[in-house]
């Protein structure tokens, strides 16, 4: 049976479990160990999400992304904790870890091109540029996992003009549109998005913290 397990603070215990089936009917929820109820999971996909009462008092709420793929968001209170979907943290870690795949990958393509001296391959990943940018989209990446918006902000610009050359020169050495390509880089570049939506909310959320008194 699949489950995730979630902290009330980064880095906490994880106090929280949801089980699921397969068929995804049925949520179960456990605390500290203890299940604590299910969740009907029609509501769990709706748009508002299920909620249950934990035994500190505090609500919490499960919630079904399925598109582009489904992604559960636990909320506490309304706040996300850390780990889910909705958490800002993980979307700015999961935007660097795009970033890298995509340095992996265009290098990677820039390197078997030198290597085979295909023409076609070489007009599709650029040859030997490939290499200096995914130098460049690994160092992106890096400073977007230290919370960077400037390097995020790059990176998604950087990556919106690769893709329009990309499918251009694509389309002009084989011919035709590839489709499951520019799927793949969308999708790529809405974990961008989102992960400069959790920059923004984490800048929220910093400015409007209680600062330490000396």
Partial sequence: MPAQKFSFEAGGPKRVEVRWGLSGKQYEVFFDGARIGELDGAQVGSAQGATIQLPDGSTLGVLLKKLPVAQLQVSRDGKALPGSAGDPATQVRTASIILYAVAIIGGGLGLVA??????????????????????????????????????????????????LFTIAGGME?????????????????????????????????AATSPTPSA
């Fill in 173 to 205: 050495a084989t011919g035709h549109f590839n489709v499951g390509g520019l799927l793949v880089r969308a999708f790529f570049f809405y974990y961008l998005w989102r992960g400069m939506v959790g920059l923004n909310q984490l800048r929220r959320e």
């Fill in 114 to 163: 030198m290597v085979t001296h295909n023409p076609t391959l070489q007009q599709l990943s650029g040859g030997g540029y490939a290499l200096f940018g995914a130098a460049i989209y690994a160092v992106l990446g890096f400073f977007t996992s230290k919370r960077s918006r400037v390097a995020l902000a790059l990176g998604m610009g950087l990556y919106a003009l690769d893709s």
